[in-house]
């Protein structure tokens, strides 16, 4: 089993529309949570880490599911400007574990 | 101002040659990394250094030699170069050592796309 795992997707939603991404991962004693966004041929950049008790910033709410072992991102009211890939990030035993992504693709 | 830059963006090398992408952030953080990912956009961590002495080495060939001259400099040389190293090279710093807690982040150059043929 990956260590993190993601839907590779792609995701394709119309403008408006409300998405979801699970993440799932392998090690309980992973202490913290984030999600990346990767746009095409760019770097990855932290889009929110997420916390225990769910977090949301603007249209992005991220949930954490200790006992399930899972991590979701919400995404509502999607612009074209969502387009790219959301990565999942799990930190344990001090290193950062990235999962492969899940493509979103916004259309008009 | 590019916080974390990274040269060459682009290098397409014969197999055997011997190559190296520079990396330097102007942050002043005290950790920094290098991290490949391939073809199937798996994003994997290869090095870090955290105030220039080496604290993470993953299963990574010999072939592949960090160097950090300073904290703000980490630099990748990789010998006699396999077309299995095709890929993209990103190096990325964070303030406190594999301390992601509270906000604190890593940051990511804009990626060294290596091409063996």
């Known amino acids: 089993r990956k260590e993190v795992e993601q839907d590779p997707g792609p995701f394709n939603v119309p403008e408006g529309a409300t998405v979801a991404f699970n993440c799932t991962y392998s090690?309980?004693?992973?202490?913290?949570f984030f999600w990346y966004r990767q746009d095409c041929r760019k770097e990855p950049k932290l889009l929110m880490s997420?916390?225990?008790s769910g977090n949301e910033d603007g249209r992005f709410t991220a949930q954490l599911n200790r006992a399930s072992q899972y991590i979701s991102l919400l995404i509502r009211d999607s612009k074209l400007s969502d387009s790219a890939t959301y990565l999942c990030?799990?930190?344990?035993?001090?290193?950062?574990?990235f999962g492969t992504g899940t493509r979103l693709q916004v259309t008009l | 101002d590019t916080a974390v830059s990274q040269t060459p963006k682009y290098l397409v090398t014969q197999m055997g040659n011997d190559k190296s992408i520079k990396c330097e952030q102007n942050?002043?953080?005290?950790?920094m990394y290098w991290y490949k990912q391939d073809s199937k956009k798996f994003l994997k961590i290869m090095f870090s250094?955290?105030?220039?002495?080496?604290?993470i080495n993953e299963t990574v060939p010999n072939r592949f030699s960090p160097k950090s001259p300073d904290k703000a400099h980490l630099n990748l040389h990789i010998n006699s170069l396999e077309l299995g190293d095709s890929a993209v090279y990103f190096c990325?710093?964070?303030?406190?050592?594999?301390?992601?807690?509270?906000?604190?982040?890593?940051?990511f150059g804009e990626g060294s796309w290596l091409t063996v043929v």
């Open positions: 990325a710093s964070s303030q406190v050592s594999l301390d992601f807690s509270s906000g604190n982040t890593i940051y």
């Open positions: 090690n309980s004693a992973s202490q913290s």
């Open positions: 997420v916390y225990s």
């Open positions: 990030v799990v930190k344990a035993a001090s290193k950062l574990t």
């Open positions: 942050l002043g953080h005290d950790t």
């Open positions: 250094y955290n105030n220039k002495e080496l604290i």
